[in-house]
């Protein structure tokens, strides 16, 4: 049975000017009274984003144990930002379609192994501070990730009152990045720029799950999440245990080469793909 569902939300974000003022070193060691300066003298960054994704996705069951999730979701992204006086306005409109495919191995509503891969959308703002950052409060273009995981799931029987299952999972993960870059500027001006896709981050590993609970029938059900199949309240278990370990490793590469990183972003509209 295939389900759709549409989402749209937009968030605008208006601010005046805002203080970044030197007042002096503070001592940790000793109280040190420094006198504040309050004056907005920075100007500050409004923003706005809006997103609107239509959703589709159905659960295929075959004549045997297996079964297929096909699923693809369409973003669509407007966001815009400028300085509270106009200057450094950057527009961006971008459009994704992002998939997801499955396959699974089922049994008597138990789910043995899966196999599954899908694609997200990335976004992100460049931090509020312009003593840092010439592009500060900037909207960067939008990225697309990956993922990729595998799990094999083994359930043990009820023995001497306890039942639950095993699971082992590896996943890998791919998502873009942004960066700091320095720049060349002038004294007293930001020397650092934030470019999208900059890096790309790739995180990978291995997880190991337990979970066991007891199904003594002179147990009250006090975990309905642990209820064995098959059996009425008052024989549901009512301790729950789980262990879970993983080893995980993250790695981050150059997605770009340095001349480009040394360029300035385009202001422009964003390249759909």
């Known amino acids: 049975m295939a389900m759709s569902r549409l989402l749209e939300q937009g968030i605008n974000w208006r601010w005046l000017a805002q203080a970044y003022n030197w007042v002096g070193i503070s001592n940790y060691f000793a109280s040190v009274k420094l006198d504040p300066n309050p004056v907005a003298e920075t100007l500050n960054s409004n923003r706005f984003l809006s997103t609107r994704e239509l959703s589709i996705q159905d659960r295929i069951q075959t004549s045997g144990p297996l079964v297929l999730w096909l699923g693809l979701r369409n973003t669509q992204i407007a966001s ?21 495919a499955a396959i699974s191995y089922e049994t008597n509503g138990f789910q043995h192994a899966y196999l599954s891969y899908a694609q997200g959308v990335e976004t992100e703002v460049v931090p509020n501070r312009p003593t840092i950052y010439r592009n500060a409060a900037q909207v960067l273009a939008a990225q697309r990730s990956k993922q ?14 306890m039942e639950g299952q095993l699971a082992l999972t590896v996943f890998r993960i791919e998502r873009p990045s942004a960066a700091d870059v320095e720049i060349t500027a002038l004294p007293g001006e930001p020397m650092l720029e934030r470019l999208p896709a900059a890096l790309l981050a790739r995180h990978q590993g291995l997880e190991s799950v337990s979970a066991g609970c007891s199904t003594h029938p002179s147990q009250d059900c006090r975990v309905p999440s642990c ?6 309240g008052a024989q549901c278990c009512a301790l729950e245990s789980a262990s879970a370990a993983s ?6 590469t150059l997605a770009m080469a340095k001349p480009a990183l040394r360029g300035r972003p385009q202001t422009g509209p964003a390249r759909k793909r």
């Open 148 to 161: 990729w995981e595998a799990s094999l799931r083994k359930a043990w029987g009820a023995q001497a009152g």
């Open 80 to 100: 815009r930002s400028a300085r509270s006086d106009g200057e450094l306005a950057v527009s961006l409109e971008q459009s994704f379609s992002s998939p997801f």
């Open 227 to 232: 209820k064995p199949r098959g059996r009425t």
């Open 247 to 252: 080893l995980a490793d993250c790695r981050f």
